[in-house]
C-alpha cells in the first residue's frame, strides 16, 4: 500500500545513517575539541533525523498511518560552535570534512524537496519539508565555517598577501 512512499523513506534513511557516520568519522579525527563539537552536534542532528524517518517507516510498513510527532526545529543558536574563532586551527582535514558536509547537506537538502513533491501524504510532505529547511540551516553554518577555515588554511600555505 505505501510501497511508494517506501522507497522514499529507505533512501532518507540511508542518507541520514552516512551523515551521521561521516559526522561521527570527522569528529573523531579532529584534536581539537572545539571543531570535534562542530562535528560532533551535526552527527547529532543527523541521528535524530533517522530517528524520526524510521518511525514513520516502522508505521508504513504496517501498514498504518504515519504517526508523524511534533518535531522539535533545530536549535535557533547553535551551541556557537560555527564560529571564525572555533576553525582558528584550519588544517586540511578540516577544510575537507566541512566541503564533504558542504555537498552532503546541499544532496540531503535538495531530496528532501523532491521527496516532498513527490509523497502522497501530507504529514509525511510536512516533515520532508522541515527536514529540507534543516539541511538547509546546516548547509549555511557549514558554509560560513567552511569560508573561515579555508581562508585560514590558504593564510598558512603563503597564499595569503598579509
Known amino acids: 500500500m505505501y510501497a511508494k512512499e517506501m522507497e522514499i523513506l529507505k533512501t532518507a534513511i540511508l542518507n541520514e545513517n552516512e551523515g551521521f557516520q561521516f559526522y561521527r568519522l570527522a569528529a ?12 560532533e552536534f551535526l552527527a547529532k542532528e543527523e541521528e ?20 508523524v510527532e511534533i518535531i522539535p526545529g533545530p536549535e ?5 560552535i560555527f564560529t571564525r ?4 586551527s584550519a588544517g586540511s582535514l578540516i577544510v575537507s570534512a ?17 521527496a516532498a ?10 516533515l520532508y519539508l522541515k527536514l529540507s529547511h534543516w539541511e538547509k540551516d546546516h548547509l549555511d ?18 597564499f595569503s598577501p598579509a
Open 28 to 39: 573523531d579525527s579532529m584534536n581539537d575539541g572545539e571543531v570535534r563539537a562542530v562535528f
Open 48 to 67: 535524530g533525523h533517522e530517528k524520526w524517518l524510521r518511525g514513520i517507516a516502522r508505521d508504513l510498513m504496517g501498514n498504518n498511518p504515519p504517526s
Open 76 to 80: 535557533t543558536s547553535s551551541p556557537g
Open 85 to 88: 574563532d572555533n576553525i582558528k
Open 98 to 114: 566541512l566541503h564533504i558536509g558542504i555537498m552532503m547537506e546541499k544532496a540531503s537538502m535538495d531530496y528532501y524537496r523532491e
Open 117 to 126: 513533491q513527490k509523497t502522497q501524504l501530507p504529514e509525511v510532505r510536512d
Open 141 to 158: 553554518r557549514l558554509e560560513k565555517a567552511y569560508d573561515f577555515a579555508r581562508e585560514e588554511w590558504w593564510a598558512k600555505q603563503g
